[in-house]
């Protein structure tokens, strides 16, 4: 199926149902704020909580459109009871996602720690120039110039060549930034792999996390570019429903998700 083929056949899958879509979209809005509401409140543990809870309901709002897609019966609650009835499984398939992206992951940590430490270096160069700088300079005149000779010979001893290690910081936090974006690249590039697990889950949930992300990773072999065309041909609907203060995310999100559904479906079969 092409992406125009996929679209129109959510709508058709829409029909007669977009007010139930739009109600399980709002109570999905409506839960996930709310537990984000109330873990703000705990220091430390509340982003942790926020964290383990977001991946199981994740999966369960997932699991309630594709019922929808397929004609089943779905509440407005029941991608809670989904998610969490699944909790162990929609946790092992995302520990085998990040297991895969693991050294991508590693290494954006290890430049962010770099950048880190790059910054605070320079900023101890410049402490340091600067009350070097103050220090060689009193009222005395002789003494202000005897300072400055003895502030360049110190200066020149120290950095051979009138080199100045401080003048690369910005070259090397450059390099660094660029490598970071690179990176961050291809970790989207790679995850486009695993993008199909939490569906393959509802339909599979007898096999292990490790399965479902290998099985997600054969899918999408060939389909990750059509995937992202698929995604951009909702630019348009989204910049339009923010024009509506997001009300027009209640009709919007169903409609992405029914026709990932139809991507995934389709995937899957051919």
């Given at each position: 199926?092409?992406?125009?083929?996929?679209?129109?056949?959510?709508?058709?899958?829409?029909?007669?149902?977009?007010?139930?879509?739009?109600i399980i979209t709002l109570v999905y809005f409506l839960i996930t704020y709310a537990i984000y509401f109330i873990t703000s409140f705990i220091p430390i543990i509340g982003p942790i909580l926020q964290l383990v809870i977001s991946v199981p309901i994740s999966f369960g709002i997932i699991?309630?459109?594709?019922?929808?897609?397929?004609?089943?019966?779905?509440?407005?609650?029941?991608?809670?009871s989904r998610g969490f009835n699944n909790f162990g499984k929609a946790w092992s398939v995302t520990l085998h996602t990040i297991l895969k992206l693991l050294p991508w992951i590693i290494a954006i940590v290890l430049i962010i720690v770099s950048i880190g430490v790059l910054v605070y270096l320079q900023a101890q160069s410049t402490i340091a120039t600067t009350f070097n700088y103050n220090s060689a300079f009193s009222d005395d005149s002789n003494t202000i110039i005897n300072?400055?000779?003895?502030?360049?010979?110190?200066?020149?001893?120290?950095?051979?060549?009138?080199?100045?290690?401080?003048?690369?910081?910005?070259?090397?936090?450059?390099?660094?930034?660029?490598?970071?974006?690179?990176?961050?690249?291809?970790?989207?590039?790679?995850?486009?792999?695993?993008?199909?697990?939490?569906?393959?889950?509802?339909?599979?949930?007898?096999?292990?996390?490790?399965?479902?992300?290998?099985?997600?990773?054969?899918?999408?072999?060939?389909?990750?570019?059509?995937?992202?065309?698929?995604?951009?041909?909702?630019?348009?609907?989204?910049?339009?429903?923010w024009f509506t203060l997001g009300i027009g995310l209640l009709w919007l999100l169903p409609y992405i998700c029914v026709s990932q559904v139809i991507f995934y479906e389709d995937k899957s079969n051919s």
């Open positions: 199926m092409n992406l125009s083929e996929i679209r129109c056949e959510a709508r058709e899958c829409l029909k007669g149902k977009w007010g139930s879509a739009a699991s309630s459109f594709m019922s929808l897609k397929r004609g089943e019966d779905v509440t407005c609650v029941d991608f809670l300072s400055i000779e003895e502030y360049s010979d110190n200066y020149n001893t120290d950095f051979p060549d009138d080199s100045n290690p401080a003048l690369l910081y910005p070259i090397i936090r450059t390099i660094l930034f660029l490598a970071l974006f690179i990176i961050y690249i291809v970790v989207i590039i790679k995850s486009l792999y695993y993008s199909l697990s939490m569906y393959i889950l509802n339909d599979n949930t007898h096999l292990s996390g490790k399965e479902i992300v290998e099985k997600s990773k054969t899918i999408m072999t060939g389909n990750r570019l059509n995937l992202v065309l698929l995604g951009l041909t909702f630019i348009g609907w989204s910049i339009l429903a």
